[in-house]
């Protein structure tokens, strides 16, 4: 098979490691990729949003599979118009990607297919959304409707500052993307990320992961993109995924399918499991970032079918994963998440690289003169895989700890919740 990977961070290299490990996988191209990428990938220079031009790259190159990392092309529907042209593509289409790009869309889902989540209002006016917020008291939790790359949602402790949030919202703060507020109750839990393959009529299983959102120790500071994952989630025990997938997973899937927008592709749920069992926060219509990291290396099987099997149809009953816990840990370059130093030189990546069971993926990076640049806020993510969380963990670190860059900065205690599990703590 001849692939086009679309996406160039962390997640895009877990895939490509992953498809190039496949036998089935004959040439792998990835746009537009990035120095981790390149080295099982041929670059190549395509504008995505030319849906057209990328058609004719799958029609030239005979690219049997289109793998969509990142939400965006999604939502400006890039898998219709490569269905249309006869390209298979993993990712689901404009319609179904509603999902993930209209909060309020999913709310109304939500409530239509009978799935658990937070009590919510739509609204398009300050006036009403601060009513209705001061009707429900605090904590409350104020969200802009479309794409804000993660940073659209406000947790208010109080009904001030939820009001300032609304304000912010329709002020602009997120352009087109917050001409809508979605107002919904703070929930209280643990939160994982779930994710299940989907073929357009069934789901499947994939498997469980939770992040860290905020930049600091101890999960303080600002939010970000992920500063560290691992795979599985301890609090997805074997009933708890059973009941996601009959509560959450599957009706969704059902609801697309009677909209006439079938989702094919991965289904990312954001959970908060508390004590009625999981509620869900939102959809994402594509593989987290981070989780992938850890999730991939866990894989017992080719990954290839069980992609073209979310295009085409035919999943498996279940997906076969290693008994292993992976941890990844970020490497972000100083000043992220407000102002990220770029084109802080890194060295010592190689020979991190050879620590057993470790893998790193490149998440924002460039090459200039032989030289491995920063390129982002999230420039690096250092795998591994063990037999416990805490294994796993240490030598994450230790193979962070032979990398030589002074611009970047990363946690101390990813996975923390999980050790302290394993430790019988908690
Ligand atoms: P989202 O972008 O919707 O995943 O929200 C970002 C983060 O805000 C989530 O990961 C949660 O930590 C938090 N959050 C969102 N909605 C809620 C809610 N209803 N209750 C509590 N926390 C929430
Ligand atoms: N790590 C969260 C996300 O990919 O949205």
Not at 3 to 9: D, F, K, R, Y
Not at 33 to 46: E, F, R, S, W, Y
Not at 140 to 166: C, M, N, S
Not at 249 to 263: C, D, L, N, S
């Amino acid at each position: 098979m001849n692939i086009l990977l679309i996406g160039s961070g962390g997640r895009e290299h877990a895939l490509a490691n992953a498809i190039s490990k496949s036998p089935r996988a004959r040439k792998l191209f990835a746009a537009p990729g990035n120095p981790g990428i390149a080295t099982k990938a041929q670059l190549v220079d395509l504008d995505i949003a030319d849906h057209a031009k990328v058609a004719a790259f799958c029609a030239a190159n005979d690219i049997d599979l289109v793998v969509v990392g990142p939400e965006a092309p999604l939502v400006a529907g890039l898998a219709d118009d490569l269905a249309a042209a006869g390209v298979a593509v993993f990712g689901p289409g404009k319609e179904a990607a509603r999902l993930e790009g209209s909060k309020g869309y999913t709310k109304d889902l939500c409530k239509e297919a009978g799935i658990p989540t937070a009590a919510y209002e739509r609204f398009d006016t300050a006036q009403a959304a601060k009513a209705y917020i001061r009707s429900r008291g605090a904590p409350i939790v104020v969200k802009a409707d479309g794409l804000a790359a993660g940073k659209g949602v406000i947790v208010a402790e109080r009904v001030p500052e939820a009001e300032a949030a609304v304000d912010m919202i329709f002020g602009g703060a997120f352009g087109s993307a917050g001409a809508e507020v979605v107002v919904e109750d703070f929930l209280e839990g643990e939160e994982a990320s779930f994710f299940a393959l989907c073929d357009g009529e069934r789901a499947i299983a994939f498997a469980s992961a939770q992040d860290h959102k905020r930049v600091g120790d101890g999960d303080t500071g600002p939010n970000t993109g992920g500063m560290g994952a691992y795979s599985p989630a301890p609090i997805m025990t074997d009933e708890m995924v059973e009941r996601t997938m009959r509560e959450i997973i599957e009706p969704a899937v059902a609801a697309m399918k009677a909209r006439g927008a079938p989702y094919r592709g991965v289904l990312f749920a954001g959970l908060m499991i508390g004590p009625k069992g999981p509620q869900l926060i939102e959809f994402n219509a594509r593989f987290g970032d981070p989780e992938t990291q850890v999730m991939l290396p866990r894989l017992d099987e080719d990954i290839l079918p069980l992609l073209l099997a979310c295009a085409n149809g035919g999943l498996p009953d279940a997906v076969r994963l290693k008994p292993e816990c992976a941890l990844t840990v970020v490497y972000a370059a100083n000043g992220y998440p407000d102002a990220p130093e770029r084109g802080t030189q890194i060295n010592g990546l190689d020979l991190a690289a050879q620590s057993e069971g470790v893998e790193i993926t490149h998440a924002g990076t460039r090459l200039e003169d032989g030289k491995l640049l920063a390129n982002g806020g999230r420039v690096l993510n250092v795998t591994a895989l063990a037999d416990t969380v805490s294994g796993a963990r240490a030598k994450a670190y230790q193979a962070l700890a032979m990398i030589d860059w002074p611009g970047g900065f990363y946690r101390s205690d990813i996975g923390w919740r999980a050790v302290k599990r394993e430790r019988g703590e908690a």
